[in-house]
């Protein structure tokens, strides 16, 4: 009896079924974590906007928004109760420049993005309306993540880096779209200090 082939297409299979155990279990980690950090460097907060405010969705839309600071780091979770499973997005635009406001189409207060498929673009544009420019390229993995539940919606959790802890005002402005959904106010905003 000769010895059983290992092919090539079993050998990729069983990596990349490593890795996404790894990045499942390091992903249900930051998500344990960051709901277990408490104490006076963490704020969370709950906006609503009725049907007639928003085109996501028919009924009331929440979005909670949990800002925790361990160490150094910044940690941002967003809950939003959206449970259609479409391409949706959630930026964050922070005052870096600390000039009292949030400026469109600037460096200085440099947008972040996150797609439903916790990918990101290196770099997009806050628009006038308060969504995020979406850009002719390709998105990018992220080290961030959303995560999808049919019953609860969206669970967009960031993590951004000690450089964000000299912030003063503390101002962000948040948006959340839903850029398939083909009706005309598709997207919520809401700007506030978290601090």
Not at 26 to 41: H, I, M, P, V
Not at 61 to 90: H, P
Not at 135 to 164: H, Q, R, V, W
Not at 170 to 187: I, N, T
Request: glycine residues 6%.
């Amino acid at each position: 009896m000769g010895e059983p082939k290992i092919s090539r297409n079993h050998v990729i299979i069983v990596v990349l079924s490593i890795c996404l155990a790894v990045s499942l279990f390091f992903n249900g980690y930051l998500a344990w974590r960051l709901q277990t950090l408490t104490g006076e460097s963490s704020s969370a907060f709950t906006f609503l906007w009725s049907p007639e405010e928003q085109g996501i969705t028919s009924d009331w839309l929440q979005m909670n928004a949990s800002f925790v600071w361990d160490e150094n780091d910044l940690y941002v979770v967003v809950k939003i109760n959206y449970t259609a499973l479409r391409g949706s997005y959630l930026g964050l635009v922070f005052d870096r420049n600390e000039n009292g406001k949030i400026d469109y189409q600037s460096m200085d207060d440099l947008p972040y993005i996150l797609f439903m498929d916790n990918t990101t673009y290196p770099t997009t544009a806050l628009l006038s309306d308060g969504r995020l420019a979406m850009l002719k390229m390709a998105s990018i993995p992220s080290n961030d993540t959303c995560i999808f539940d049919l019953e609860t919606g969206y669970t967009f959790t960031m993590k951004f880096p000690s450089l964000m802890r000299h912030l003063g005002n503390k101002l962000v402005h948040v948006v959340f779209e839903d850029v398939e959904s083909g009706v005309a106010k598709k997207f919520v905003v809401k700007r506030f200090s978290f601090g």
